[in-house]
């Protein structure tokens, strides 16, 4: 099954800039998941994104899914510390509803 | 409840020993995911319920896991013969429909020494 591949792995910024994330895969897909993760422990969904959406914001977060480059990209706008955590993008094809993760991006805000 | 609860938070077992995961998933959601993640890792997808069957368990890795959720709610995974290998945080997730988003819990880490 198809994983997605998020770049860069690691990303340390200073707090008040903009973190952008992306996300690769190879087949087509249902929908495009953004979550985030504290500690290596619960995920918490961010966003959803299907496949005939372009673009999608959330507050400071903005995710848009190029279906032609097979890509996604999640922005996060005006960065704080309590934005440091791993990132991943998950994805699900048409007919099968599990989640296929990528090893996400590790994002670390500079106070 | 609010969200989906899992318990233990932390199980410490020996090798060879069997071991019971519990999820509870969100009231009224009928689709109920496990994923087990390693360190450094995405969660991989071990097995998938509609209700009360099993709709998907292409991701379990051998027949040493086993799940169930006999009343369409809770889930129960449970691992026999835990081998060092089986380590990792287990995951489990709801959603109101299949392909629905999909919300997890806080995940039982299991240390198998």
């Known amino acids: 099954s198809q994983q997605g591949e998020e770049d860069p792995q690691a990303l340390s910024i200073q707090e008040g800039e903009n973190a952008t994330m992306n996300c690769s895969y190879k087949?087509?897909?249902?929908?495009l998941q953004w979550y985030r993760q504290n500690s290596g422990r619960g995920l918490v969904h961010l966003i959803l994104i299907r496949s005939n959406e372009r673009e999608k914001h959330s507050g400071r977060l903005r995710v848009t899914l190029d279906t032609s480059k097979k890509s996604s990209s999640l922005l996060i706008t005006a960065s704080r510390a309590a934005d440091t955590a791993s990132y991943f993008c998950?994805?699900?094809?048409?007919?099968?509803?599990?989640?296929?993760f990528g090893t996400g991006t590790r994002l670390t805000i500079i106070p | 409840g609010a969200g989906v609860s899992q318990t233990p938070s932390n199980k410490v077992t020996e090798k060879g020993k069997y071991v019971e995961l519990r999820c509870d998933p969100i009231?009224?959601?009928?689709?109920l995911y496990w994923y087990r993640q390693s360190l450094g890792q995405g969660p991989e997808f071990l097995i998938y319920?509609?209700?009360?069957?099993?709709?998907?368990d292409s991701g379990l890795p051998n027949d040493r896991f086993f799940a169930v959720r006999p009343e369409g709610s809770v889930s129960t995974l449970k691992i026999q013969r835990t081998e060092r290998g089986d380590s990792a945080v287990y995951l489990c997730a709801s959603s109101l429909n299949p392909a629905d988003t999909q919300y997890f819990g806080p995940g039982t880490r299991l240390t198998v020494l």
């Open positions: 319920f509609q209700g009360t069957g099993a709709a998907d």
């Open positions: 087949t087509s897909i249902n929908n």
């Open positions: 009231s009224g959601h009928t689709a």
């Open positions: 998950a994805l699900s094809n048409f007919g099968n509803e599990k989640l296929t």
